[in-house]
Every structure is written in C-alpha cells, then in structure tokens.
C-alpha cells in the first residue's frame, strides 16, 4: 500500500559509414566501367540520435491500485549516399501515456484496466539524387491502445487493442540501383509510407497447479503496408523493390496447452526439471492488391508446434536440454 515515483531518461547515438569506392557510371546502363570495381557499393552512411523520457507514479494495492505515467521520445535519422548524392532525413516525436487501475472485487477475483493515449508526429524528407525535388512526407497521428483483463480463480480473459506504425527502413528508400548482378537488380522506392496496423487481441487462459491452457483470437488491419515487390521482364532480368499495399488484414485463432514438472531428489542433491508446450494456429490472411499476385490474395492455412525445456541437476552438475 505504497506511493511509488518514478523519472528516466536516455539518449542513444549510433552511426554507420560503408566507404566502399563506386564505379562512377550511369547506374541505369549495363556499361563496362560498373563492373570495374570487385564490390559495387553506393559509399553510404547513416546516424541515428534518440533522446527519451519517462516519468510515473502509482501506487500498488491488490483492492485498489492505480498507475500515471507519460513517456516522451525524439529521434533523428539521417542517411545518404555519396554515389548519386541521395539523402533521407528523418524526424520523429513519439508521446506515450498510460492510465490504469486494478479492483478486486473479491478474493479471488481481479479486474485491471489500461488506456494509453498517445501521439505520433513524423517527418520524412527525400532526395532521390541530386536531378529531382525533393520530396516531403509529414503526418500526425494518434496511438491509442488499451485493454481490460478480468481473473477469477484459475482462469483469465484478456482483451486488447493497440495501434502500431512500422516506418520504412531507409534501404527501402533508397533509390540507388544495385545491379552488380544484371539479372537480378535490386533497388528502393524514396516515396514508401508507414505502415498503421490496428490490433485486436482476445486471449482466455487457463492455470490450475502445473498445468495451463490458452485460447487465442487476433485480428490485424494494416493500412499501406510495405511488401517487397519483384517484377522479371521478357529478357529474365528481375527487378525488386518495395511498394505499400492498399491494405492487409490477418485473422489467428490459436490453442496452446502446457505444463511443467519438477522433482527435488535429495539422494542425488539435485533435481529435476521439465516444461513442455504445444499448440495449433489457424490463419487466414487477405491482401487485395494489384502487386500481389491472384494466388496468395487469399491465402488460408494451418501450423502446430512442440517445444520444450528440460534440466537435470545433479550436484554442481547441470544439464539442460532443449526442443
């Protein structure tokens, strides 16, 4: 039953420079000279700065607990290339906050309750290389997720929602083309957008001793998602980049059992160990857009898994097995 405050902060800078010499040839032409060099390389470099914060309090009571908290976060992103003088400059402000409580209705019951509220702000500015305009991307977005989980006994309903953004990786944007192979040429797409992705999430869970099982239902809708894209002309020279789709949904309902075992055995001083864990999915995954090809637009399928951990202690010796 006590207060509980809380103030972090960080910052990390990292950077990266490949200063592999080019052939200074039109990159669009199969001409002797690109080939003169034993490693084509566009000579690129990249820096990443983030600057982060988080402050909180709470305080933490099985009847009656709540928690405040506000994070912040600003990242810089530069990269470019000293071959067709391309530059992608990022900048991001990232507000995440979290509102949330339990109540415990009676001894063996638990509800708990979150919302976080949140803001995204992100700005994108492209220079293919040094003959076009540059090009400028900006958006503001809010981030909201939350989620309720009720527990009585031994069983647990969960239900969440969250909105996550993928931004694309600046060799996705860059547009330099890699053709060191000609029949295989690779290049990236400078007018690529972030993926939003809508996640709903419906989880029932059953623990009794050493035993568990769960009950999983999930949907995902993302908006403008990035998928690489491969053409091959009528010479068999294929080409791939990277292009957003109009939009993918997936649908999971999964069932997944488990237990673990374990065992002192004095006459040995040691002991033994076992977990185990098996589960089934079901899925089905919908992208109705042209650059997907008329098979995999709708596509359905099954996967199961076994997994499992062991170990065996005797004395100071330990052995531990995996699966």
Do not use: C
């Given at each position: 039953n006590e207060k509980h405050y809380m103030l972090t902060g960080g910052f990390n800078i990292s950077g990266h420079h490949n200063l592999?010499?080019?052939?200074?040839?039109?990159?669009?032409?199969?001409?002797p000279e690109m080939y003169q060099q034993d490693r084509l390389s566009t000579n690129y470099h990249s820096a990443t700065s983030s600057f982060t914060t988080l402050g909180m309090i709470s305080k933490r009571d099985r009847d009656l607990g709540w928690v405040a908290a506000m994070g912040m976060s600003y990242t810089f992103q530069n990269t470019g290339d000293a071959y067709?003088?391309?530059?992608?400059?990022?900048?991001?402000?990232?507000?995440?906050?979290?509102i949330g409580m339990n109540y415990a209705p009676g001894e063996k019951q638990q509800i708990t309750l979150r919302f976080n509220p949140?803001?995204?702000s992100y700005t994108q500015i492209s220079t293919a290389n040094d003959t076009v305009p540059t090009m400028h991307y900006r958006y503001n977005n809010f981030i909201p997720a939350a989620s309720a989980k009720y527990e009585i006994g031994d069983h647990e309903?969960?239900?969440s929602y969250n909105r996550d953004i993928d931004r694309p990786e600046w060799q996705q944007?860059?547009?330099?083309v890699d053709n060191r192979d000609p029949l295989?040429?690779?290049?990236?797409n400078p007018d690529l957008k972030p993926t939003f992705t809508d996640?709903?999430?419906?989880?029932?869970?059953?623990?009794?001793?050493s035993l568990y099982a769960a009950f999983d239902l999930e949907k995902d809708i993302a908006r403008d998602p990035i998928s690489s894209f491969t053409t091959v002309d009528s010479a068999g020279v294929s080409t791939r980049t990277y292009v957003n789709l109009n939009k993918r949904v997936k649908d999971n309902a999964g069932l997944d059992l488990g237990g673990t075992y374990f065992r002192n055995i004095p006459s040995i001083k040691g002991n033994f160990n076992l977990n185990a864990e098996a589960g089934m999915d079901l899925y089905r995954q919908q992208s109705n857009d042209p650059h997907v090809s008329l098979d995999y637009r709708d596509v359905t399928g099954f996967s199961s898994h076994f997994k499992m951990w062991s170990s065996v202690k005797i004395g100071f010796f330990s052995l531990i097995v995996n699966g």
């Amino acid at each position: 039953n006590e207060k509980h405050y809380m103030l972090t902060g960080g910052f990390n800078i990292s950077g990266h420079h490949n200063l592999n010499d080019v052939s200074q040839s039109d990159s669009a032409n199969h001409s002797p000279e690109m080939y003169q060099q034993d490693r084509l390389s566009t000579n690129y470099h990249s820096a990443t700065s983030s600057f982060t914060t988080l402050g909180m309090i709470s305080k933490r009571d099985r009847d009656l607990g709540w928690v405040a908290a506000m994070g912040m976060s600003y990242t810089f992103q530069n990269t470019g290339d000293a071959y067709q003088h391309s530059r992608f400059n990022n900048r991001s402000f990232v507000m995440h906050n979290v509102i949330g409580m339990n109540y415990a209705p009676g001894e063996k019951q638990q509800i708990t309750l979150r919302f976080n509220p949140g803001l995204r702000s992100y700005t994108q500015i492209s220079t293919a290389n040094d003959t076009v305009p540059t090009m400028h991307y900006r958006y503001n977005n809010f981030i909201p997720a939350a989620s309720a989980k009720y527990e009585i006994g031994d069983h647990e309903i969960r239900l969440s929602y969250n909105r996550d953004i993928d931004r694309p990786e600046w060799q996705q944007l860059n547009p330099y083309v890699d053709n060191r192979d000609p029949l295989n040429i690779r290049t990236g797409n400078p007018d690529l957008k972030p993926t939003f992705t809508d996640k709903y999430h419906l989880r029932y869970e059953y623990n009794h001793q050493s035993l568990y099982a769960a009950f999983d239902l999930e949907k995902d809708i993302a908006r403008d998602p990035i998928s690489s894209f491969t053409t091959v002309d009528s010479a068999g020279v294929s080409t791939r980049t990277y292009v957003n789709l109009n939009k993918r949904v997936k649908d999971n309902a999964g069932l997944d059992l488990g237990g673990t075992y374990f065992r002192n055995i004095p006459s040995i001083k040691g002991n033994f160990n076992l977990n185990a864990e098996a589960g089934m999915d079901l899925y089905r995954q919908q992208s109705n857009d042209p650059h997907v090809s008329l098979d995999y637009r709708d596509v359905t399928g099954f996967s199961s898994h076994f997994k499992m951990w062991s170990s065996v202690k005797i004395g100071f010796f330990s052995l531990i097995v995996n699966g």
